[in-house]
């Protein structure tokens, strides 16, 4: 187990070091955030000089990607264009991303599992086919489109919710955008649980569990369900960092300000410390939300061990 | 299910079995989405096959045609073509023709779906932002498949450091949310075609189908006759292209065809956040943007741009799923 958890960490370091270096290539290389720092105007050379000094830019591109993550590891993310240090920024944004995230992850764990079983028990039914349906229907529909007409209808319309959220964003508040946020991935939970649910249900072990006269609701929830979870959990984990990334259209349609709102205010604004910054972090929790992802196996199937 | 005549020759016997068993079981797996007439299982399969067993394709082929999903998702990416190749099928106006007057106006007569914020006609938009979508689709996915195949294909194949350094790139990739790799390479993008999105999608699309086409090469390769081809004395090219392309493209397939709805959805997303598609270019993602601030007074903006955008993408997802039940070997 220690073993195979120093493995993953060290295959983590290449992938770590690839995407964020992607991300600060694009950044520093297709955009120049000096020019951007004026907008319109042209920066006189000699304070353009100094900028560029200052901010290290004046380095070669790799030795700038060497430099920032040595800052990064001693805690220091650097300085916003706007004067505000990137930490600041992040220790308001990633609380109300990660509250929107706990909200997203548990509406599609809950509802994709318990709508999963349901459909995938009465295969062929009419809820059967009823649920599929409404999964492709949701998948199909952006969440920006569902967003706006949620929001339309929830906040204007009955108003039953506040359609923007506050800045403190209570997790009340953060329900209608949690399961905006959901939306896509609570169909893609549903198809999976019933496909996993009905190759299970066939399984021996399943005859075997009815056969020696378990209770259905043991059945079901110990033998069945647990065992078809595995691709369930796999998607939920990678689909973390998905989320937290989505998150910029919610943020945006909801008025959060979280991290998907910072990253596109960084990009639009070429803020460059800010939008490295913030990515790096989303990459890290990508990378562990895996990690515990396959740690998980173990516990669903005891058949897994790690060597 | 009805067993072959015995008058019949063994060999047709055994075909025909098999093809019996896998029509059943389609129309059980078309049943879980959209129930069949009944009894449609039960149609004889002795008339339609000839002599010998058929192949995958055709197999999937006699499937499809069957399958109620498939017919309606094909006959609606059919007129979606049509009209974003001639627009003027069915919308005679200019979607560039606004007249300011009639800024958030209802349905009219000759403008059924009303007028957006510039008095431009929605019906006529919506019928030429069918263009941009589909195109962007098409051309990414053909993007993404071919160069995801050829990459993740020749790793299966080969296997090796090429494989192992395959892997750990499209684990960058993947490290990377789709939406906010595309606000970082686009934002700096001045070009206003659809080029650039295209080449952004195809850049980030393709490790996905990279990954499924090494598996499905890797499946193939273990097969016998890559066993005998080889003790025959063919080359790598000629077991590549002759035995193991045809083979291990199927589950491309699959994934390129719900891949391209999903494409579809990003690239209305990315227009949508301001570093799509931009205007002039007419695109559903742009006018949901421009409607989405109006919603409350004129939600008709919204709806229909929102409406097709919707239809587009569930049609391309659920050719896809027919396509799947139809070729996965695992439910045959």
């Keep these: 187990m ?47 000089a100094q900028i560029r000094k200052d901010l290290y830019l004046d380095h070669p591109l790799w030795q700038q990607y060497v430099h920032y993550m040595a800052q990064i590891f001693q805690g220091n993310f650097g300085t916003a264009f706007d004067g505000q240090p990137v930490l600041t920024l992040m220790s308001t944004a990633w609380p109300l991303t990660i509250r929107l995230t706990i909200v997203a992850v548990v509406v ?24 599929l349906v409404l999964t492709l229907v949701v998948v199909s ?17 009955w ?63 110990r033998h069945l369900l647990r065992n078809s979870l595995i691709p369930v959990v796999t998607f939920i984990g990678t689909d973390i960092g998905a989320l937290m990334g989505g998150a910029i259209v919610t943020e945006r349609i909801f008025n959060i300000h979280g991290v998907g709102y910072q990253l596109y205010q960084g990009i639009l604004r070429q803020n460059s410390p800010t939008v490295v910054g913030f990515v790096t972090i989303l990459v890290i929790v990508f990378l562990i939300a895996n990690l515990l992802v396959d740690l998980l196996y173990a516990v669903l199937d005891p058949r897994i061990r790690y060597a | 299910m009805p067993e072959p005549s015995s008058a019949q020759d063994p060999a047709e016997s055994v075909g025909n079995a098999g093809a019996g068993g896998t029509m059943d079981f389609a129309a059980e797996q078309a049943g879980s989405l959209t129930a069949p007439p009944p009894g449609e299982h039960l149609v004889p399969e002795g008339g339609t096959t000839t002599g010998k067993p058929r192949s995958l394709w055709s197999d999937a082929w006699h499937d499809l045609r069957r399958n109620p999903v498939f017919v309606v998702s094909a006959l609606v990416i059919v007129f979606l073509v049509l009209i974003s190749i001639w627009p003027k099928l069915i919308a005679s106006g200019n979607p560039l023709a606004c007249d300011i007057n009639k800024s958030q106006d209802g349905p009219a007569p000759g403008h059924p779906f009303g007028f957006d914020l510039q008095g431009c006609d929605v019906y006529t938009r919506t019928v030429y932002g069918a263009r941009a979508s589909v195109t962007v689709g098409v051309c990414a996915t053909a993007g993404a498949a071919i160069l995801g195949s050829v990459l993740g294909g020749l790793a299966g194949f080969f296997g090796g450091w090429w494989d192992a350094v395959l892997s750990r790139i499209s684990d960058v990739f993947f490290g990377i949310p789709i939406v906010l790799g595309g606000l970082v390479f686009l934002s700096v993008v001045t070009n206003t ?45 000629r077991i590549l292209l002759r035995h193991i392309a045809p083979n291990a493209v199927a589950p491309v397939i699959v994934v390129a065809t719900i891949a391209l709805g999903t494409y579809i959805a990003l690239e209305a997303t990315l227009s949508f956040l301001g570093v799509g598609l931009k205007p002039p270019t007419v695109s559903w993602g742009i006018d949901i943007s421009t409607a989405s601030t109006e919603i409350r007074d004129a939600p008709h903006m919204l709806l229909w741009p929102a409406g097709a955008l919707s239809v587009t993408v569930l049609a391309f997802i659920m050719l896809g799923d027919a396509v799947r039940d139809a070729l996965d070997p695992k439910l045959r």
């Design chain 2, 193 to 237: 075609t659809v080029w650039p999105v295209i080449g952004f999608i195809v850049l980030l699309g393709w490790p996905q189908i990279a990954r499924i086409a090494r598996g499905a090469v890797m499946t193939a390769k273990q097969h016998d006759y890559v066993q005998a081809a080889r003790a025959l004395g063919a080359g790598n090219t």
């Design chain 1, 108 to 131: 599609e764990a809950v509802i994709g599992v318990v709508l999963g079983l349901f459909s995938g028990l009465r295969r062929g039914r009419t809820v059967d086919s009823g649920v």
């Design chain 1, 159 to 221: 108003n039953l919710v506040n359609p923007s959220v506050s800045p403190a964003a209570p997790f009340s508040e953060l329900l209608l955008p949690g399961i905006v946020l959901a939306l896509v991935s609570l169909a893609y939970v549903t198809r999976l649980t019933r496909t996993s649910v009905v190759e299970n249900h066939r399984a021996d072990y399943v005859r075997t569990a009815i056969a020696k006269g378990l209770p259905r609701h043991r059945v079901v929830l």
């Design chain 1, 141 to 157: 529909v952006p969440t920006f489109v569902s967003g706006y007409v949620l929001q339309y209808l929830f906040g204007v319309e």
């Design chain 1, 2 to 48: 220690g073993r195979y958890v120093i493995r993953r960490l060290l295959q983590m370091v290449p992938v770590f070091i690839g995407s964020t270096l992607l991300i600060f290539v694009m950044v520093y290389a297709l955009g120049d955030p000096v020019a951007a720092l004026f907008g319109d105007r042209a920066p006189d050379p000699a304070t353009a």
